[in-house]
């Protein structure tokens, strides 16, 4: 099974055949991922064209969909969406867990300030329909 790109100056994003999402590719490489269900693709052909490029991709199996900035793991899986073993150990629950209490601490933190705004745009307010001048106190 097989995709291919066109591109000009910037490549056109690819869909991976396994799921249909879109594979977005900076840089020419030998092998492109699809981060949604891990399938692997690895280069088959390139041709230029004048101004156009063409590359073919032959699928090459399904990777593990751990990915973390540019920390993207290629151990091999046996069906798409699947995280390999490393990503399955306890210290990765226990990361995943930290995660997911930084995240919910950072929300709780954003909901205060919302709050503190939304009355500080009513103080505002009050003070100019009440016609209170800048040099007096609230």
């Not at 995709?3 to 869909?15: H, P, S, Y």
């Not at 879109?22 to 020419?28: A, C, G, K």
Request: aromatic share 10%; with cysteine; hydrophobic share 30%.
């Amino acid at each position: 099974m097989t995709f291919r790109m066109f591109g000009k100056i910037a490549m056109q994003d690819g869909e991976c055949i396994k799921c249909g999402e879109t594979i977005r590719t900076w840089e020419l490489q030998d092998s492109v991922r699809c981060k949604a269900c891990g399938a692997l693709y690895t280069l088959q052909d390139s041709a230029l064209e004048g101004q156009h490029a063409e590359y073919t991709f032959e699928f090459a199996g399904f990777v593990c969909v751990y990915s973390r900035g540019l920390d993207d793991c290629s151990e091999p899986c046996p069906a798409p969406n699947m995280y390999c073993e490393k990503h399955t150990s306890e210290e990765s629950f226990k990361y995943a867990k930290q995660s997911i209490e930084y995240a919910e601490k950072n929300l709780e933190s954003a909901k205060e300030n919302l709050e503190k705004m939304e009355e500080s745009r009513k103080t505002w307010l009050i003070q100019k329909v009440s016609g209170i001048g800048d040099n007096d106190a609230i």
